[in-house]
């Protein structure tokens, strides 16, 4: 079955740090560029992060820059996000996706079905 | 930043009537724009891609047009099971910007 499996959310202090972890199944992850997408209760879709295939690329939100880094693991077909600096407008649930067509950075086709991270002391 | 503005916010139809969703770019995104429907407690799900393309599985009563600035998202005929939060997205610079969202409610 094709799908992503997000893990590694939870509630965390200000200024604390986590990792998410997206464990992808049924294609050829190495093959694919993926990417974070987070929702703060009630509100819309916000870009995070994106990543090319390799690795070697990588594009961050303003928001983010300088405090999360993403990173994948092509022999373990796992995508990352390592939160540091974490702020209470961090809190959401992150959303691991893939984009749709081969090394390309267009459209997220999969969504995994998220990670909640709750920045509270 | 591209911003997009969706209107209306809320949209209150009955099953079977056309509904009509609206997307505006800040500057032109040329065709690199995308919808997605999210459903309570769900991930979003990509319904149209490169402003008229459907993706795999989606039924043929949903459709994009629009170009530049100005897009649309056409339900022609609404099902029980439409009725969720559409989004859309823009790819054509960084950061990929979503839309508000529109929320598509039962009347």
């Known amino acids: 079955e094709v799908q992503l499996l997000e893990s590694g959310g939870g509630l965390v202090p200000p200024g604390g740090s986590l990792r998410l972890s997206c464990a992808a199944s049924?294609?050829?992850?190495?093959?694919?560029?993926m990417g974070w997408v987070r929702q703060a209760p009630g509100k819309g879709l916000e870009w995070v992060s994106s990543?090319?295939?390799?690795?070697?690329?990588?594009y961050y939100a303003d928001s983010v820059k300088g405090r999360f880094t993403i990173s994948r693991d092509n022999s373990k077909d796992t995508l990352y996000l390592q939160m540091n600096s974490l702020r209470a407008e961090d809190t959401a649930m992150y959303y691991c996706?893939?984009?749709?067509?081969?090394?390309?950075?267009?459209?997220?086709?999969?969504w995994g079905q998220g990670a909640l991270v709750t920045v509270s002391p | 930043e591209i911003v997009l503005t969706q209107s209306p916010a809320t949209l209150s139809l009955s099953p079977g009537e056309r509904a009509t969703l609206s997307c505006r770019a800040s500057?032109?995104?040329?065709?690199?724009l995308a919808w997605y429907q999210q459903k309570p407690g769900q991930a979003p799900r990509l319904l149209i891609y490169?402003?008229?393309n459907r993706a795999t599985g989606i039924p043929t009563r949903f459709s994009g047009s629009g170009s530049g600035t100005d897009f649309t998202l056409t339900i022609s005929s609404l099902e029980p099971e439409d009725f969720a939060v559409y989004y859309c997205?823009?790819?054509?610079?960084?950061?990929?910007?979503f839309g508000q969202g529109t929320k598509l409610e039962i009347k």
């Open positions: 996706a893939k984009y749709r067509t081969v090394f390309g950075v267009d459209w997220f086709d999969l």
């Open positions: 049924g294609f050829t992850f190495s093959s694919y560029a």
């Open positions: 990543l090319s295939a390799d690795g070697e690329a990588t």
């Open positions: 500057q032109s995104v040329r065709t690199y």
């Open positions: 490169d402003v008229s």
């Open positions: 997205q823009q790819r054509s610079n960084w950061p990929k910007t």
